[in-house]
């Protein structure tokens, strides 16, 4: 009888979650871990609700022209990244927006605060505007990695799914030039039942690139995905992607990482396993505990962000509201919650 590849890696899961968690409570009670970071390690800033491009699958409907202003100028992101130096600094910021490039010189400043303090970044762009000159200037920063997003092996599909013409092609000339330059590269692939033919044929090309690794990942209901259910992979297409996975990850092993991702409830049950070491700021100054948890602790702009994670950061993942909405997720990742939806919880 052959295994099924989900129930296998669904156990896998669980086994690496339990181990985790254990892990961190043996090092805990051993005084070599922390009970409660008094300071966040990572913070991720959403530079923008601004987007040249609308994916159809947007998890936080970035590009929506009803949206108001952004709240977080400019000018307060880097009074803000100033205020976290002198703080004490953290050790990774995620760039992510919207389109954090839509920022221009001013995402440079932003960046070079935190980098004169030591901080590392993971970049999250869909590459439109990467052009030679701005890479170069990219290249002085640590990374984790600098996130592509490529929908497609070809432009039709990304097109397509992307709703702009020519994004596929500067997609592509954008994440050759990051490689190009020594950045590390990860390419960031939604996976759907309109594409999921052409997943060998993707890695090809972000082989060619020079990516380091691939995330095929499944697309979630949230944001602009919410109402587009068509876009989410059944039981069986899973199955199938999983069984591609596992050939490709023989295939490409010590060339290219073949990256899958995790589901939603999984990710945020590790979350909760682990004392809370970051947070998302928002557009509007929210601060939001995940991407896909839709809980607030605060606003930068209303009050001081220190004061905020003292008081509520701690044991936020233990909150009552929090497990509920985490133990809300069905097998097919889905809630009865919309994340970037529905309207945030403050907790």
Excluded at 54 to 65: E, F
Excluded at 104 to 110: E, K, M, R, S
Excluded at 251 to 261: D, P, V, W
Excluded at 322 to 340: H, S, T
Aim: aromatic share 12%; charged share 25%.
């Amino acid at each position: 009888m052959a295994r099924d590849i989900l129930k296998v890696y669904k156990a896998n899961d669980m086994k690496m979650i339990k181990q985790e968690k254990e892990n961190i409570e043996n090092l805990i009670n051993n005084e070599l871990y922390p009970k409660v970071f008094t300071f966040p390690l990572t913070l991720q800033f959403e530079l923008t609700t601004r987007c040249n491009v609308y994916c159809k699958h947007c998890y936080n409907n970035s590009g929506d022209i009803s949206y108001p202003p952004d709240k977080m100028t400019a000018q307060k992101w880097k009074e803000f990244s100033e205020y976290i130096v002198k703080k004490g600094g953290i050790f990774q910021c995620v760039i992510s927006g919207g389109e954090p490039l839509l920022l221009g010189d001013d995402l440079f400043d932003i960046m070079d605060i935190l980098h004169d303090d030591g901080t590392s970044f993971l970049v999250i762009s869909n590459g439109f505007l990467l052009t030679e000159e701005k890479v170069k200037r990219f290249e002085k920063y640590r990374y984790k990695w600098f996130q592509v997003s490529i929908d497609g092996s070809n432009a039709e599909w990304h097109d397509d799914f992307r709703q702009r013409k020519g994004s596929w092609e500067r997609a592509v000339n954008g994440a050759y030039m990051i490689s190009k330059y020594g950045i590390p590269l990860t390419v960031a692939h939604s996976v759907t039942p309109g594409n999921l033919h052409q997943v060998e044929e993707m890695c090809q090309l972000a082989y060619e690139l020079g990516a380091g690794s691939i995330i095929l990942g499944e697309v979630n209901p949230s944001g602009r995905s919410a109402n587009s259910l068509d876009l989410l992979l059944t039981i069986e297409q899973k199955r199938e992607l999983y069984n591609k996975i596992e050939h490709l990850n023989k295939y490409y092993a010590g060339k290219m990482e073949i990256q899958r991702s995790s589901s939603v409830k999984n990710q945020l049950q590790r979350y909760m396993n682990t004392p809370n070491m970051g947070a998302i700021i928002r557009p509007n100054g929210d601060i939001r505990l995940d991407c896909m948890a839709p809980f607030l602790l605060g606003n930068v702009l209303d009050d001081d962000f220190e004061n905020i994670w003292l008081e509520k950061a701690g044991d936020c993942w233990k909150n009552p509201k929090v497990i509920e909405y985490v133990d809300g997720f069905n097998d097919m990742d889905d809630n009865e919650y919309k994340n970037y939806y529905d309207e945030d919880i403050l907790l």
